[in-house]
């Protein structure tokens, strides 16, 4: 098991700090801190620190966090582009530490990965009907790229294991066809202003 840092209780952040965050692609090393900022979230289903390690590592070509000027993570992004569908970025999990929220480190996020993958011209992911923080940004992602978003079936409630309380249907969202953003950079010292 992972000896995961901890992730700084939520505090407001200074401007001057807000400016200097820092989008990169993810290292083997930021498996455990991932772990514990998903843990310090709050709202995203959880998964062993192994996973955060594996595609910390192997996926990290699809991955992405955010960085404060300390090297402190306040946001990360995880997906992959799925095997059978090389046209397409699948967006696994997506979250924001509390004390760097209305940033727009989320849709910065995106822009940052997918403008990474010249073949992808369709982003998908499955959200449940209570986020309506992910709707708002997969939506606002869609516009950005003037993009279509259709919204299909994706995992009905009942392909969840029976648990209390029972997890929500995931319908699917899939936003296409896109280019990259002509204002989006691949680069790796990207920064909010």
Not at 24 to 52: K, Q
Not at 93 to 103: K, S
């Amino acid at each position: 098991m992972l000896d995961a840092p901890t992730v700084e209780p939520a505090k407001a952040m200074e401007p001057a700090t807000a400016a200097l965050i820092r989008l990169r692609r993810t290292r083997p090393e930021d498996g455990a801190a991932i772990w514990s900022l998903r843990e310090a979230v709050g709202t995203l289903d959880p998964n062993s620190a192994y996973l955060y390690l594996l595609l910390a590592d192997r996926f990290r070509d699809t991955c992405a966090v955010a960085e404060d000027a300390s090297g402190g993570l306040v946001a990360f992004l995880t997906g992959f582009v799925p095997p059978r569908q090389p046209d397409t970025y699948f967006v696994w999990q997506i979250g924001v530490h509390t004390r760097a929220r209305g940033l727009g480190l989320a849709g910065r996020l995106l822009d940052h990965v997918v403008d990474r993958l010249p073949a992808v011209r369709f982003l998908e992911a499955t959200v449940s009907p209570s986020n309506t923080a992910s709707s708002a940004l997969f939506r606002a992602f869609a516009r950005r790229r003037e993009a279509k978003l259709v919204v299909s079936a994706g995992y009905p409630a009942d392909r969840f294991p029976a648990v209390e309380p029972p997890h929500e249907a995931e319908p699917l969202y899939r936003i296409g066809p896109f280019e990259p953003s002509p204002t989006s950079s691949p680069t790796e010292n990207t920064s909010t202003s």
